[in-house]
């Protein structure tokens, strides 16, 4: 039954004149679209903290940071230092700039997931020697199926 009456909903279509049909149609892909976009996150594009530099405040699955946007300036014991008030800093891989660039990045093992997590949220957008930094969970250099990556050097 379709509700408005004692007809089936095919009897219904049948009675219904074409602009009916098509404000019927109209209302049903509008209700259809609205469940799909609800049931996605909307503004895409890279997470943020609100302080406008990536990495974002979302759930970390490892002990692996990013830190990007560092100065020449700050050493690794730097970055420990900062990093230890979260938690057991692990290891400090710095990763030296390019030719002729003057940012460069690291990564940081935190102890635990946890810890990650927290210096994450605590650090990523805060200022280390004049320039804010940007945190986020580091990515592994395998494919997503475990493989290495392939393909040439980043252009």
């Not at 609800?38 to 692996?64: A, F, I, Q």
């Amino acid at each position: 039954m379709c509700g408005a009456c004692d007809m089936t909903w095919l009897q219904c279509l049948k009675q219904m004149d074409v602009m009916n049909l098509v404000a019927l149609c109209a209302a049903t892909l509008a209700l259809f679209l609205a469940g799909v976009l609800t049931g996605l996150k909307l503004g895409g594009g890279r997470r943020s903290n609100g302080s406008g530099y990536g990495g974002g405040s979302h759930t970390v699955r490892s002990p692996d940071l990013y830190i990007g946007n560092l100065t020449e300036e700050v050493s690794g014991e730097e970055l420990e230092k900062q990093f230890g008030k979260f938690g057991d800093v692990k290891e400090v891989r710095m990763v030296p700039p390019r030719n002729g660039e003057t940012k460069s990045f690291a990564f940081i093992t935190m102890g635990s997931v946890e810890s990650a997590q927290a210096a994450l949220n605590g650090m990523n957008g805060r200022d280390i020697l004049g320039r804010k930094i940007v945190v986020s969970e580091a990515r592994s250099r395998r494919g997503g199926n475990g493989a290495p990556r392939r393909g040439g050097p980043r252009r």
